[in-house]
């Protein structure tokens, strides 16, 4: 499995890519209870045929964090990455995914590196272009976001 998982990831870095990186370790952790990273996403504003796109958002526990005493989370938490869309006369709010957070006073969580998640966002195309709103994570753990996108170089297109 490890061998096919490599092999799809080490073929999809060798193509044409887009990397947009909103949030880092060094982002500041949001203030107050349960708060959330809330971050201007640049996409792309042109129409761009992309094969994938990925979220990969990395935690880590870090004594950095705000939101108690512990470097991660007291207890675990639901959370959501939602992503705000205005229209003409609103916005409209679209869950791309939804996490519950790692539960550990003591946990390590991957170290230094962190422990890291992958979504499929290829379905979302239409909607990430241009600068939009996102409200991810908590102040449990430190966060590391990523939107990753590989260009259309063979069959199955989607308009980014």
């Known amino acids: 499995m490890s061998i096919c998982y490599s092999f799809f990831f080490e073929r999809l870095f060798s193509e044409d890519t887009l990397t947009i990186h909103p949030i880092s370790f060094a982002t500041s952790s949001p203030e107050g209870w349960v708060a959330q990273y809330e971050v201007l996403v640049d996409f792309p504003e042109i129409q761009t045929s992309w094969r994938k796109i990925f979220m990969i958002q ?3 526990c870090d004594s950095s964090t705000k939101a108690d005493k512990y470097n991660c989370g ?3 938490y639901i959370w959501d990455a939602m992503l705000f869309v205005p229209g003409s006369d609103t916005v409209e709010a679209f869950k791309l995914g939804s996490f519950v957070t790692p539960y550990g ?3 390590i969580m991957g170290g230094k590196d962190g422990w890291q998640w992958v979504y499929d966002l ?3 195309a ?3 272009r241009g600068s939009k709103e996102l409200h991810i994570g908590n ?3 430190l966060l590391d976001l990523k939107f990753f996108g590989t260009a259309a170089l063979i069959a199955g297109v989607i308009e980014f």
């Open 139 to 141: 102040n449990q753990e």
């Open 58 to 60: 990395t935690l880590k």
């Open 126 to 128: 239409p909607i990430l």
């Open 74 to 76: 007291e207890w675990d």
């Open 122 to 124: 290829t379905d979302y």
């Open 105 to 107: 006073k003591r946990l």
